[in-house]
């Protein structure tokens, strides 16, 4: 069955609608009754503090300096205890805090700098709440999942801890990572699981294994572009020393193969026609280039630069991110030239303007600065544009609920 992404769930929502007609047009920057340094107009109350640190992170992994209210906004979200919640509307709202905006934070505010104590809290906080398999739930206590253990790993590693070395219970993250992968004997060998089911089976799941990818690498989210590594004849057993290097090859090896027909995921709700799953896919370039497996990224790029227009305009700021994260992840890509678009001014123009920038002429690290498909009155002339938002958040809050309900059932995107 296919699922919603892990960590923000409203983003994963309009994710789902990806296929669907445009309802609205939106504002290149966001409303009045949006918080100031706020990247996106769509409400934030279930991904915030997620698409915040992405937009950020990204801005930050093409050399782009963010806005300083941006950066603001995001480290005045902390709560007391160094967590992050998805979203706070006030300093005095009560903190539902959660491993994945927490991490996703860290990552960024390390990411930008300038933050140490802040950081340093919220570290803190992640490993108070490291179960005794190793690995963490999404939120403090809740059963280990390969996608919340991934994203911790990868905020601890941006902080500079030695994650290894970080065990409960005799067991480290790694660990718990490995015990979610399925075994090479059998079907979808070498894939990663969310969680198990009630009866400790395991089932591949793509999103899990993106993420899984990038966690045994110690990656961020971002990931980074490796040198060509050949891929895995077969699925290898973890074993010895290099049980952590076997468990990430093997699961870019099943990506490579899922990939490899059609070069994207897919996605479906129950009754619902399957529909390209952008954001998966973006998330399996990243891990497939951190691997080393540059030429079966390539197939996925490519299709993510022809299709991926009315999902990125739609879902903002996060998307923008994940395909800034798979271009400059993946060799060829260029985040000033995807597809025709500049996904770097994309990104900057849903939020303040970076900092010495005016949001749209900003070169980065990948590339030179190409077309952002704005005319000069500011107006969508096509490419990768076409701003629309999903309208009525009724819809929107029906598929949150829906996804936090199936959140223990996880899924395959």
């Known amino acids: 069955m296919t ?48 698409r915040q640190s992405l937009a950020l992170l990204a801005q930050r992994t093409v050399g782009v300096e963010p806005a300083g209210a941006a950066v603001a906004w995001l480290a005045g979200q902390q709560c007391g ?86 065990r409960k219970g005799g067991k480290s993250p790694y660990d718990a990572l490995r015990g979610l992968a399925l075994p090479c004997d059998g079907p979808d060998a070498g894939a990663f699981a969310y969680q198990p089911d009630k009866k400790g089976r395991l089932a591949a799941n793509a999103d899990a294994t993106a993420a899984a990818v990038l966690g045994v690498l110690g990656e961020t989210v ?14 290898t057993k973890p074993g010895g020393g290099h049980a952590d290097a076997a468990a990430a090859d093997n699961g870019a090896a099943w990506l490579a193969r899922t990939l490899a027909k059609s070069g994207h995921l897919t996605t479906a709700l129950p009754g619902a026609k399957p529909q390209p799953d952008y954001g998966n896919t973006a998330d399996a370039v990243v891990a497939l280039s951190s691997a080393g497996l540059n030429s079966e990224a390539a197939k996925p790029l490519h299709w993510l630069e022809s299709h991926a227009a009315g999902w990125a305009a739609q879902a903002g700021p996060g998307a923008y ?24 001014a994309k990104l ?66």
């Open 3 to 50: 699922v919603i992404r892990h960590t923000a769930a409203a983003l994963a929502a309009i994710a789902v609608l990806g296929g669907a007609t445009p309802a609205v047009a939106a504002s290149p920057s966001p409303s009045a009754s949006l918080p100031a340094g706020l990247y996106g107009t769509s409400d934030p109350t279930y991904d915030g503090v997620w």
């Open 81 to 166: 205890d160094g967590s992050f919640a998805a979203y706070r509307a006030t300093a005095g709202t009560p903190c539902k805090a959660d491993t994945n905006s927490t991490a996703a934070a860290v990552q960024a505010l390390a990411a930008v700098g300038g933050h140490d104590d802040g950081v340093k809290k919220a570290v803190g906080w992640l490993k108070s709440v490291q179960n005794k398999d190793g690995g963490w739930g999404f939120t403090a206590g809740g059963a280990s999942d390969a996608n919340s253990t991934s994203v911790v790993i990868g905020a601890l590693a941006k902080a500079g801890v030695t994650v290894p070395d970080l």
């Open 222 to 235: 971002a990931g980074s572009r490796q040198d060509d590594a050949h891929a895995p004849a077969g699925c």
């Open 321 to 344: 991110a994940q395909l800034i994260f798979a271009a400059s992840a993946a060799r060829g890509g260029d985040v000033h030239d995807f597809g025709g678009v500049d996904l770097v």
């Open 348 to 413: 900057n123009a849903t939020g303040p303007a970076p900092a010495g920038a005016d949001g749209n002429a900003t070169a980065g690290a990948h590339g030179t600065k190409a077309s952002d498909g704005k005319a000069s009155d500011g107006k969508d002339k096509g490419g990768l544009g076409g701003a629309w938002t999903v309208g009525g958040g009724l819809l929107v809050g029906a598929l949150i609920g829906f996804a936090l309900m199936l959140r223990g059932r996880r899924r395959q995107r």
